[in-house]
Structures are given as structure tokens and as C-alpha cells.
């Protein structure tokens, strides 16, 4: 934008000619919530704006296609002590109601309290230069073609390291 949060200017534009402009970002709400976009072409002058032509539509907040969730097994009060080795459930379902093919489901293991050493994940491959696991249709053949309203759960295990890293007075 040139202007504002919602004004680009796209100077002189000669009689047929055509341009496009991109836009992206991120329309908040809940599902099923319908959410206006709209776009006018005109002048602003003295600090008015005189649309030449505008169009709009109307979209709908749909659910992600693929829906995820990761729960802690074996502990229902979700408590982990050093050196302890948890080991979790992430489950997938497929929102659509078409097939999805050749699904790939990712976890990430972040913020330095996991001995890299000690993950293993049951049909998965543990990347530890990336701190992250990966399940793909090549070893889980449930991700090769998931059925619409179908869900599937895979199982990791995750030691702690001894010692939590403490860097700075938050941790």
C-alpha cells in the first residue's frame, strides 16, 4: 500500500490497458463465518477517493482440510519429569469430502528439552538435523490415500534431557 492499510497507487494507466494486483493474508473468524472482500479503481484527490468501478464477493471460513491434534499418552495429568520419556499420539483426519493423496505429516520437536537422541517414531523418520520427525506414504500407507471423514493416528516417543536448558531468567 501506498496509503494507508488499503491504498495502492498504480499511477497513469493508459485507455485498455491492464494490470493486476496480488493480495494476500489472512481472514480471521470461525467456521462457516462469510467474510466481504472488495476492491474499487478510481482517483484520491485532495484526500478523497472517487471509485471508477469496484467489485467484491463473498467467501466463506472453510474448516482446514486436513485437521490435527497431539495428545501426551501414558500420563493423563501430562506431567513430564527430566529424563522421563513421553510418548504421544498426533491424530489426522481428512475435513474434505474428497480423497486426499499422498498426505506427508510433519511434528516438530522445539525448545531444547528433547534428547535427539531418543526419538523414535513408530513408522516415521527422524530427521535430527531439522529436530523433526516426518511420516510419508512411502512407510505409512494410510497417508497414501486418506478417505474423506477419515482419521488415523500415529505414535512417537520422545526422551527429555537431563538438564532443561535455561538461557535467560524466563526459562
Not at 477517493?49 to 467467501?59: K, L, M, Q, R, V
Not at 474428497?98 to 525448545?111: F, H, K, N, S, T
Not at 500407507?141 to 531468567?169: Q, S
Amino acid at each position: 500500500p501506498t496509503e494507508n492499510s488499503d491504498i495502492w497507487d498504480v499511477g497513469e494507466v493508459e485507455a485498455g490497458g491492464k494490470g493486476r494486483i496480488a493480495i494476500s493474508g489472512v481472514l480471521r473468524g470461525n467456521e462457516g463465518d462469510t467474510r466481504k472482500v472488495k476492491a474499487e479503481i478510481g482517483f484520491l484527490r485532495e484526500g478523497k477517493f472517487y471509485p471508477y468501478a469496484e467489485n467484491s464477493f463473498d467467501t466463506v471460513i472453510a474448516p482446514p482440510p486436513l485437521a490435527i491434534s497431539v495428545e501426551l499418552l501414558d500420563n493423563a495429568a501430562a506431567i513430564a519429569k527430566r529424563g522421563d520419556t513421553v510418548s504421544i499420539r498426533i491424530r489426522y483426519k481428512n475435513n474434505t469430502e474428497v480423497p486426499i493423496r499422498d498426505a506427508v505429516v510433519r511434528a516438530e520437536l522445539g525448545g531444547g528439552m528433547f534428547a535427539l537422541k531418543g526419538i523414535n517414531a513408530d513408522r516415521g523418520f527422524f530427521d535430527s538435523t531439522r529436530g523433526m520427525v516426518l511420516w510419508t506414504p512411502a512407510n505409512v500407507k494410510e497417508l497414501l490415500f486418506l478417505n474423506p471423514g477419515a482419521e488415523h493416528a500415529l505414535t512417537m516417543r520422545a526422551k527429555l534431557v537431563e538438564a532443561f536448558p535455561i538461557d535467560d531468567p524466563s526459562d
